[in-house]
């Protein structure tokens, strides 16, 4: 087996190849440490071109490809998921979708005792999250992938009265509230990203359950509907 | 004939030798509110050309909605690209190239069809080429006819976008005018949307102008006389100025009147542009080139004026692949492969 992970879902481009026992090679670029505007459309191709040739391996030889599918950045989620779903159809493989955020907590699963709570920006001062329990084997989702501010999130918290550990870019963003909050411990930023090897990981177990996509089938999870639409619902009738 | 472009160098970025004749090219365009997919061999022989058209999705809003275009175009993408090659019956090991248009258009839109192309460059290890939306359309005309060579002057004319252009040759552009605000299609859609009919206005008007008296209403021809820059928005505002005066007016004599009045200033200018630019060949493209007047007012004054007058089939003057495809043959030949990483430009010129 042989996997292609690509995750486009914060300000960084990552790509991995691998396979159940994991990561063959990987490459990261961008993020929180680069100014300027994102450049997934410019970096992503160059990059799995790169480490095809460092890896000595072909398209020819993949089995799938994993991608991370948000919620996230809308304009490196297009990229992702066309790159994958376009790449996919023409190797005649099938497609992985993972969410991102089931990407930021898996490297925290044994953190025992704790809610893990990644959270990813979402701009105009919101987070992407969810709620994941561990247990044995790995995690458990206990909420549905959600949109909110800062605020309402540590609503949230205060209301369920459980201690947290706050992870991804979105954590690190709003750094300053979390922390301040007795129940929330803020993961540093080796956490802020969707983790490569989890997508590697995660995708190499789901192929084997052969619970994966038709390339056309796969588009990215948005969690926000556009402006237009959302005016257009709160006119008058 | 079958042209050859100048300087072909296509050994040098394909594997082994490939007449240019020959050269086979999938395209990719989502710049807008059209998901298109294209096969193009010999830069002239449109083998297959598809268009997903998202007008539904818009329609509700009453024009289109960046976000609403890119998130269609992640769906539609991958369907549109497997048809294009199926319709074309070859198969993507049979591409020499693949190419996407980059710009200009909607950021959000672009980069889908860009990172499709490049995907499929991945894949196929063929080079990439990005292509100039309005170049594009310049070369829908030669699909139309296979006997068109520049030089020529093309009127380009879309929702976006309203230019005149002296094509000198393959790759040789000089600019003569673009309008100073809206685009003719923006001035279409505007009042279609004040007069109730809905959208893409376009379509709406030409129909409903066919049943009105195009003399009706003296509406302004801006900047007739003026150059070869083009100015609407001040002939909208006189549209919505008559109708609020004249309340019980007949809505398709002020659709025949606008119509006509757009048609007069964009055949005038590019007539007056030929003659100019002492060019004897008049094409017109873009979304607007598919109006039934102005199709029919630039062939009967081009011909009038002595000029031949090339008006590509409807499908090739609405936003499509196969243009971008048929561009791409010449860049390609010219100029090379597009880098891997080079972006979208939402703002390219010409
Ligand atoms: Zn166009």
Partial sequence: M??????????????AFGSQVGVLASLELG??????????????????????????????????????????????????????KVMAQALRIPVIPIPSLDLVAYPLRHTTGRVLLPALDARRNELYYARYRAVPGGLQRASEYELATPSDLLGEIEAAGESVVVAGDGALRFREVFEAHELCEVAGPSFAAPSLPALVELGASRFEREDFAAPGDVVPMYLRRSDAEIAHDRRPA | M???????????????????????????????????????????????????????????????????????????????????????????????AIAACHGPGLAGALLVGVSAAKALALVTGRPYVGVNHHEGHMYAALLDDPTLEPPFVTLVASGGHTLLVAMRGHGRYETLGQTV????????????????LGYPGGPAIDALAARGDAEA????????????????????????????????????????????????????????????AELDTIVIGGGVAANSGL?????????????????????LCTDNAAMIAACACYRLAADGPTPLDSGVRPGLRI
Avoid at chain 1, 62 to 77: K, R, Y
């Fill in chain 1, 2 to 15: 042989l996997l292609l992970a690509i995750d486009t879902s914060t300000r960084r481009v990552g790509v």
């Fill in chain 1, 31 to 84: 993020g929180a440490a680069v100014d300027g505007p994102p450049r997934h459309a410019e970096q992503l191709a160059p990059a799995i071109e790169h480490l095809l040739q460092i890896a000595d391996l072909s398209l020819r030889q993949l089995t799938a490809i994993a991608v991370a599918i948000g919620p996230g950045m809308f304009t490196g989620l297009r990229v992702g998921v066309t790159t994958a």
């Fill in chain 2, 2 to 96: 079958v042209s050859r472009p100048p300087g072909g160098a296509l050994e040098d970025v394909l594997e082994g030798v490939v007449a240019f004749e020959n050269l086979t090219v999938l395209g990719i365009e989502t710049s807008c509110d059209e998901t298109a997919a294209a096969v193009v061999r010999g830069g002239r022989d449109m083998v297959s050309s598809v268009v997903a058209t998202q007008v539904e999705r818009h329609a509700p809003y009453g024009g289109v909605v960046p976000e609403i275009a890119s998130r269609a175009h992640v769906e539609l993408v991958t369907e549109v690209i497997a048809r294009s090659l199926v319709e074309a019956g070859v198969e993507l090991s049979a591409i020499d």
């Fill in chain 2, 181 to 196: 605000d809206d685009a003719a299609g923006e001035a279409f859609d505007k009042v279609a949307r004040f007069l109730g």
């Fill in chain 2, 217 to 276: 209403v003296a509406f302004p021809r801006p900047m007739l006389d003026d150059g070869y820059d083009f100015s609407f928005s001040g002939l909208k505002t006189a549209v919505v100025t008559y109708c609020r005066r004249h309340p019980d007016l007949a809505v398709a004599d002020v659709a025949a009147s606008f119509q006509a009045a757009v048609v007069d200033v964009l055949v005038t200018k590019l007539i007056r542009a030929a003659r100019a």
């Fill in chain 2, 295 to 315: 199709r029919a007012r630039v062939a009967a004054d081009g011909a009038a004026a002595g000029l031949r007058v090339v008006v590509p089939s409807m499908g």
